[in-house]
Every structure is written in C-alpha cells, then in structure tokens.
C-alpha cells in the first residue's frame, strides 16, 4: 500500500507559478501511474491530469493543458505539478492519486485507490 503526500501549495497572484510534489513511499513508485485532481469549494472534485509509468506519457485537462506540465522522477519516488499562468479559478484543493492498475479511465477519480491529503492553491486576481 502506498502513502502519497503533497506539498508545495501556497497562495500566488494570477499569472504566476508553483510546483506542487507529491511524495510516495510504501510501494513501487514506478509501477504506480499518477493522477492529479482539484476540488473547489462546492464543486465537484476535478480531474487535472496524468501520468503513466512511462513518464513521457502524460494526459491534460483541457482547462490546463499548456499550462500545466506533469512529470515524475521514479528515483525519488515523487510526481510533479508544475502550474504556470496560474488563474484565479485554478484555486482549489489539489490532491495527487495513484494506482498500479493498468484499467479506468486516467479522468476518473475512480481509477486511483491512493490518495494524498491534499494541498491548498490559491491564485488571488
């Protein structure tokens, strides 16, 4: 079983930057394929992206994609969020899931049985 725990959340003007991290420990982290999600206060939790064991293989929500940049290094057992030209409405709690199943849809939270607790981005306009 592996635990996940995000860091690198923080409050950020609109236009800027963070990196969020995602440490895994208690499991095969090269055998786990990564997601990415958010959830905003009253809404529904959202899928941000993915990345699969192969780390050149990586998946985007159109409301990200170009601007935010997933990514993973198996040799430190930690995934990656880099977000860029952050907006106002990209502020939510963003968790990181994995699993090492090789089915389910990479946008459905259902696919991942591993969860971090989470970690708060705010983007102030």
């Known amino acids: 079983q592996v635990q996940l725990v995000e860091s690198g959340g923080g409050l950020v003007q609109a236009g800027g930057s963070l990196r969020l991290s995602c440490a895994a420990s208690?499991?095969?982290?090269?055998?786990?394929?990564m997601g990415w999600f958010r959830q905003a206060p009253g809404k529904e939790r959202e899928y941000v992206g993915a990345i699969l064991w192969n780390p050149t293989s990586t998946y985007y929500a159109d409301s990200v994609k170009g601007r935010f940049t997933i990514s993973r290094d198996n040799a430190k057992n930690t995934a990656y969020l880099q977000m860029n030209r952050l907006k106002p409405e990209d502020t939510a709690v963003y968790y990181c899931?994995?699993?090492?199943?090789?089915?389910?849809?990479?946008?459905?939270?259902?696919?991942?049985?591993?969860w971090g607790q989470g970690t708060q981005v705010t983007v102030s306009s």
């Open positions: 899931a994995a699993d090492a199943r090789p089915f389910g849809p990479l946008s459905s939270a259902t696919s991942f049985g591993f």
């Open positions: 208690g499991g095969t982290f090269s055998s786990y394929r």
